[in-house]
Structure formats: structure tokens, C-alpha cells
């Protein structure tokens, strides 16, 4: 079945640090990737959709500039917070979903990464 | 646009009892939906999902019904297990693009 790889599991950091997550599809193509945050205890908070070979897509309130998001191939997504702060410690998650060209996606599910737990001291 | 309502927890069962996690949706026309779990420090994996309306999704005991008529998707074990302790999602597509929508979570424990 389908496969995402995140990568790191776990990054502990000083504050003022950039911290890079990548986010690998291993056996399919992805066009479209999802970042998701996760405070403890609460559901996954869409940030961003990652769009191969053009500008990520954010959601209401996140700041493009803190959280950077590149797509530059079909099976690569990074996002990339930038000058971390204790705030920004939580529960990072991507995801991608199978789509084939001309063919009906619907019943698609999302396929996940096992997420990155940021610590920023 | 589409959602999800999911009822909330945290709920605690004890071993072999039974569970439901109830889930409401609204939608145009007929998505496919879907159940995630995750397990603690983990992120989510497909639990079941079906694509059309009276298809019953099951895996590793679970079923979840598409209810057309009353617009629900409730998770059911017969039997719960320790291992199952975890949180649930449940989930449907947005109508455009490939963009989920998740209900809140229900956070599981089952207690021997």
C-alpha cells in the first residue's frame, strides 16, 4: 500500500533555530502533500497544502513567512520553520493522497507520515 | 461545504466491552468516508473506509456503516481490546481538491 515517510521523528532545538521536515511519498507520485499541526489532546489543524512545482497554499492564520513550504518534486515535501520559538513546539504531521490521472480519486484515503515532534527549548 | 461532527471524549471502557464513536457528516452528494486511528506519539493510519452509501467498512473488528438517511458513519467493536486504546478520526474528502476534513477526535481507553 501506500507509503509516507516523515522525517525527523523527534528534533529538540534552541530557540531562534530553522528546523527542516521532510516528507517523503515512498511508492507513488504526489501532486498535492498536507501539513498538519497537532497540540495535544486536539485534532490535526490543516497549516498548509504543498503544491508540486508551485506555491504552497496557506491556511487562515498561518504565517507563510515562519513556515516555509517547498514541493520540489513529485515525491518531496518540506516545510521548514523558520527562527523556532517555544511556541512553535508541537506535533507536525504530512500527508498525501493517491491520485492517477483521469481516474476517479473519491475513494482515495489520505496517507500519512508518523509526524515530527518538535521541541524547542 | 463538507464536514464532520464527532462525539467527543475522552471515553473509558473497560476490556471486551462495547464501543461506539458516533460521527455525523454534511456533504454534497455521496464522498467516501473514512476512520483514522492514532496511536500515542504516532500519526495516523487508515482504520476502515467505505465509498458509497449502506457499505459497511471493517478492519480488526471494527465496522462502520454509510447511513445515507442518517447522515452517519459511528465507529463499533463488539469487544474492545487494550491495545485498542488510541485516539479516532473520522474523515471525509472536501468536494474539490484532495483536501480532508477531520472531526475532532475521540480519545479511547481501555483498561483491563
Known amino acids: 500500500g501506500a507509503v509516507v515517510s516523515q522525517h525527523p521523528s523527534w528534533v529538540i532545538c534552541k530557540s531562534g533555530t530553522s528546523v527542516k521536515i521532510e516528507c517523503r511519498s515512498l511508492?507513488?507520485?504526489?501532486?498535492?502533500m498536507f501539513w498538519y499541526r497537532q497540540f495535544p489532546k486536539q485534532s490535526l489543524m490543516l497549516m498548509a497544502t504543498?503544491?508540486?512545482?508551485?506555491?504552497?497554499?496557506?491556511e487562515q492564520g498561518v504565517e507563510k513567512d515562519k513556515f516555509l513550504i517547498n514541493h520540489a518534486s513529485l515525491t518531496l515535501s518540506t516545510l521548514t520553520v523558520t527562527s523556532a520559538h517555544p511556541e512553535d513546539s508541537s506535533f507536525y504531521i504530512c500527508?498525501?493522497?493517491?491520485?492517477?490521472?483521469?481516474?476517479?480519486?473519491?475513494?482515495?484515503?489520505?496517507?500519512f507520515g508518523d509526524g515530527t515532534r518538535l521541541s524547542i527549548l | 461545504g463538507n464536514s464532520v461532527t464527532q462525539m467527543e471524549g475522552p471515553v473509558t471502557l473497560s476490556e471486551e466491552a462495547f464501543l461506539t464513536i458516533n460521527c455525523t457528516y454534511t456533504?454534497?452528494?455521496?464522498?467516501?468516508l473514512f476512520w483514522y486511528v492514532q496511536y500515542p506519539g504516532e500519526g495516523l493510519q487508515l482504520l476502515l473506509k467505505?465509498?458509497?452509501?449502506?457499505d459497511k467498512g471493517s478492519n480488526k473488528g471494527f465496522e462502520a456503516t454509510y447511513r445515507k438517511e442518517t447522515t452517519s458513519f459511528h465507529l463499533e467493536k463488539g469487544s474492545v481490546q487494550v491495545s485498542d486504546s488510541a485516539v479516532y478520526f473520522c474523515?471525509?474528502?472536501?468536494?474539490?481538491?484532495?483536501?480532508?476534513?477531520f472531526g475532532t477526535g475521540t480519545s479511547l481507553t481501555v483498561i483491563p
Open positions: 504543498s503544491n508540486e512545482g508551485s506555491k504552497a497554499t496557506y
Open positions: 511508492d507513488f507520485q504526489a501532486t498535492t
Open positions: 474523515a471525509l474528502p472536501a468536494n474539490t481538491g484532495n483536501q480532508f476534513y
Open positions: 500527508s498525501a493522497r493517491v491520485v492517477r490521472a483521469g481516474g476517479d480519486h473519491s475513494n482515495q484515503p489520505q496517507h
Open positions: 467505505a465509498t458509497k452509501a449502506d
Open positions: 456533504a454534497t452528494g455521496y464522498p467516501s
